[in-house]
T-cell receptor
Framework: DTEVTQTPKHLVMGMTNKKSLKCEQH?????MYWYKQKAKKPPELMFV???????INESVPSRFSPECPNSSLLNLHLHALQPEDSALYLC?????????????????FGPGTRLTVL | AQTVTQSQPEMSVQEAETVTLSCTYD???????LFWYKQPPSRQMILVIR????KQQNATENRFSVNFQKAAKSFSLKISDSQLGDTAMYFC?????????????WGLGTSLAVNP
């Protein structure tokens, strides 16, 4: 199984809502990533988890809260978002999880969640 | 500073022809990694090719090959026998730095359209 799955595919939320994005992989990868991607732009790294511990937070606003319940699952909890947070949110995983760093191995990406904040 | 530059925001090619996407980069590291990722419309981003800087031989993957010119800091992607399914955004990325300073720097991408 070389797949990263993400749910939901689409999400529309108001600025006062609380919602969560979910990502799952069963490849035994020890590093998992959240990216934000605007249309026709490269992905922007948000968070990296290595061995289920948060190793990198790219100064993301606290209205985004990541969680890694186990080695296969990654969640992104959303609260009080702004319209400018509307984007495609990508999850990715890679084989090795370094203690506090980014892997240079292949990253496997999920299809993303298209988020619209009204 | 580490940078990745893709100078062609958009390109088009006829089906079955060959196209080359350019990527230049800058890093002060001696060892680093270079990547081409492909993102088809409304589909997942996938790795096309990965190159380790210390390897002289250019990486190839079926119809995809790279021209890695380390001295010139150039990493172009050649797609041979283009197919309609090659229509996608192509991102060049640089993995550079060690320890806590590891970074993956992305280019702005090239939107490739393969025309029938």
């Amino acid at each position: 199984d070389t797949e990263v799955t993400q749910t939901p595919k689409h999400l529309v939320m108001g600025m006062t809502n609380k919602k969560s994005l979910k990502c799952e992989q069963h490849m035994g990868h020890r590093a998992m990533y959240w990216y934000k991607q605007k249309a026709k732009k490269p992905p922007e790294l948000m968070f990296v988890y290595s061995y289920e511990k948060l190793s990198i937070n790219e100064s993301v606003p606290s209205r985004f809260s990541p969680e890694c319940p186990n080695s296969s699952l990654l969640n992104l909890h959303l609260h009080a978002l702004q319209p400018e947070d509307s984007a495609l949110y990508l999850c990715a995983s890679s084989q090795d999880g370094l203690a506090a760093s980014i892997s240079y191995n292949e990253q496997f990406f999920g299809p993303g969640t298209r988020l619209t904040v009204l | 500073a580490q940078t990745v530059t893709q100078s062609q925001p958009e390109m088009s090619v006829q089906e079955a022809e060959t196209v080359t996407l350019s990527c230049t980069y800058d890093t002060s590291e001696n060892n680093y990694y270079l990547f081409w990722y492909k993102q088809p419309p409304s589909r997942q981003m996938i790795l096309v090719i990965r190159q380790e800087a210390y390897k002289q031989q250019n990486a190839t993957e079926n119809r995809f090959s790279v021209n890695f010119q380390k001295a010139a800091k150039s990493f172009s992607l050649k797609i041979s026998d283009s197919q309609l399914g090659d229509t996608a955004m192509y991102f060049c990325a640089l993995g550079s730095g060690a320890g806590n300073n590891r970074k993956l720097i992305w280019g702005l991408g090239t939107s490739l359209a393969v025309n029938p």
